[in-house]
């Protein structure tokens, strides 16, 4: 069984467009059973992310510590390789992406599959991508839609009368 560890725009695009609560309320139940059944995480700096706008996708997190998954002495050797070979995954100038590597790392840790909307670059990029990463470590590394396919996620239509 795979275990899926999601970066902060899987998030913030689906809540903002196309999964959004009103419409698709249960793709973020089922994300939260997911959660709760340990196939589904996110690094703590992906929540500080999603926190720094005060809206209701940083309401629904704050009640979620089981999405969160902390850091182990085994993320931090994750983190270093990472950094060491990719410095500028991090934008610092703008102060984005600053997940990306968290992300990564926990991945790399737990033996995960990255979910990102990211597309890679190529790894020799002035500024790579998540995607380019992954491929670099060995990393499995798919789109919100792949991970949907995966865990099974269906939607069906229904009209509001």
Known sequence: ???YCLDANVFIQAWNDYY???QCPEYWD???ELAREGRVFCPEEVKREIERQDDGLADWFRT???LVRP???EVQESLRAVLRRFQ???DTKKDRSMADPWVVAHAMASKAVVVTKEGAVGSNAKAP???DVCDHFGITCIDDFEFAREVGIRFSASRRH
Do not use: E, S, Y
Request: without cysteine; positive net charge; glycine residues 0%.
């Open 71 to 73: 850091i182990t002495p």
């Open 64 to 66: 979620r510590d089981h």
């Open 88 to 90: 500028r995954l991090v």
């Open 129 to 131: 991508k998540m995607p």
């Open 30 to 32: 089922i994300l939260d």
């Open 1 to 3: 069984m795979r275990v």
């Open 20 to 22: 959004a609560p009103d």
